[in-house]
């Protein structure tokens, strides 16, 4: 999307260098391997980059003007506008870019959950008519996000789809600031970044800002801490949940009952839970409960943005899963990946390890890498889920920073120690899965992006040496 230069200076409260020369739109751009003539270089800082040192190459690509907090990394004759901080002048960017678009926008954010919900209303939208757009696979941040909202064009009409992360306190505010939601879904409340976070309670203030633009409001009845705070919104929300869960009184919701029967409440009623204005006929083969969940998140998405059910429910069977999120991939032998290894809490892992628990297999081989920043309860954690996993596997294979907390956990709910094994390495899980897997098999993995469970996947799915 093209931004008035005088909007930009509006509002990212830039100065300007060399003003005469600087176009009267700007387009953004923050890679300069990707600059096309004309357009505006917008140097970011990270953790493994430095935007600042490639202004020079941007100009020399095409570039017309550039965006930067450091004046002295601007050539001499060319056009910029400085700013106190890229980042946040990013953001401010795509508020304006925000600004300028007709379709409404729905949010989703949550501790474990949220990539799997956008794809489901992704998928159920497209096949339902409605024109769409989203964030793609995780760019979820404060980059990622701003680089959604500004590459969308002016007037755009679609419904778009802003998929929101969160790794420090507070972190959705400015994300919400940019994106100005209409509806906002919480998938849930749960451990995700705990370490990061400090405390429960500051992570809860966190995720509950996604509803501080005055979006409205779409929540779990699965999650406690959801229907704790659900009475401090200023406008009743919509419910989503599975099995027999009820939404409180007054109060409309969309309920995957099983899976074949999807239950919609609404909010006319003085009665114990909503109204029961339906029941659909679907076939929701999602694996496990908590996909179950996620798609009666993205049925309600839709429905609080104006959409009834009845419009999804013929699309619901065709439904896939995103790629590493319990995702099935079949090996030589009759073996079966189960491939869910994008990143895992503790309520993801046991959510995932439940619906492990029902795949029809000869044997179910659970590799579990461990788990990232949990905080100090991440000990007592990995214990949870190794007794989980001893319920759901015949053979547990734990690796990572807490494989011991995972045996540990695995014994003491009585799994012998011959079904339980540690590795040091993928390459050592790769070698015992080659060696000890049967036709038949089913191997999950399940891990934290820290330990890297792709090479594993990569490894089972590598062609035997000869």
Not at 20 to 27: E, I, N
Not at 165 to 184: F, N, Q, T
Not at 297 to 302: F, N
Not at 361 to 376: C, F, N, P, T
């Amino acid at each position: 999307m093209n931004i008035e230069t005088t909007a930009a200076i509006a509002a990212t409260g830039a100065r300007t260098l060399r003003a005469a020369a600087l176009p009267a739109q700007l387009r953004i751009g923050t890679d300069t391997r990707a600059m096309t003539p004309g357009a505006t270089f917008l140097a970011l800082r990270g953790e493994r980059f430095e935007g600042h040192a490639f202004v020079a190459a941007a100009f020399a690509n095409g570039a017309a003007a550039c965006i930067v907090d450091d004046p002295a990394a601007v050539p001499a004759d060319c056009p910029a506008l400085v700013v106190d901080d890229t980042l946040a002048a990013y953001l401010a960017l795509a508020g304006v870019a925000r600004a300028g678009l007709r379709g409404p926008v729905i949010a989703i954010s949550g501790s474990a959950g949220k990539t799997t919900t956008k794809a489901y209303l992704v998928a159920l939208l497209a096949a339902a008519g409605v024109a769409v757009s989203a964030t793609p696979e995780n760019e979820n941040n404060e980059i990622g996000v701003s680089k959604f909202l500004l590459g969308l064009e002016a007037d755009d009409a679609r419904l778009a789809v802003v998929e929101m992360g969160a790794r420090k306190y507070r972190d959705l505010d400015v994300l919400v600031r940019a994106a100005r939601p209409d509806v906002s879904v919480l998938t849930n409340i749960g451990e995700a970044h705990l370490e990061i976070m400090g405390s429960r309670e500051r992570l809860a203030e966190t995720k509950w800002g996604l509803f501080r633009g005055g979006a409205r409001a779409v929540l779990n009845l699965g999650d406690e801490t959801s229907r704790w705070l659900a009475p401090t919104l200023p406008a009743a929300p919509v419910w989503f949940g599975i099995g027999a869960e009820t939404p409180p009184a007054g109060h409309a919701a969309l309920v995957v009952r099983d899976a074949r029967t999807l239950v919609v409440f609404g909010a006319a009623t003085a009665a114990a839970g909503g109204a029961l204005v339906g029941e659909l006929a679907i076939d929701a083969r999602v694996p496990g409960d908590h996909n179950r969940r996620n798609l009666a998140a993205a049925l309600a998405a839709a429905f609080a943005a104006g959409y009834p059910a009845e419009r999804f429910a013929a699309s619901i069977g065709a439904l896939q899963q995103p790629k590493r999120r319990y995702e099935t991939i079949l090996l030589d032998g009759g073996k079966r990946l189960i491939f869910d290894a994008y990143n895992a809490s503790m309520t993801g892992t046991l959510a995932t390890l439940d619906a492990f628990a029902h795949e029809a297999a000869g044997r179910r081989i659970a590799v579990l890498g461990s788990m990232a920043e949990l905080g100090a309860d991440a000990a007592l954690m990995h214990r949870r889920v190794g007794a989980a996993a001893a319920d759901a596997s015949e053979i547990i294979l734990a690796g990572g920073d807490f494989a011991a907390d995972i045996v540990r956990g695995a014994t003491d709910a009585g799994a012998a120690a011959s079904r339980i094994l540690t590795y040091a390495e993928n390459a050592a899980a790769v070698a015992w899965l080659r060696a000890n897997a049967r036709p038949g098999d089913a191997i999950l993995l399940k891990g934290s992006r820290k330990y890297k469970m792709e090479e594993i996947a990569d490894g089972l799915l590598a062609p035997r040496a000869p």
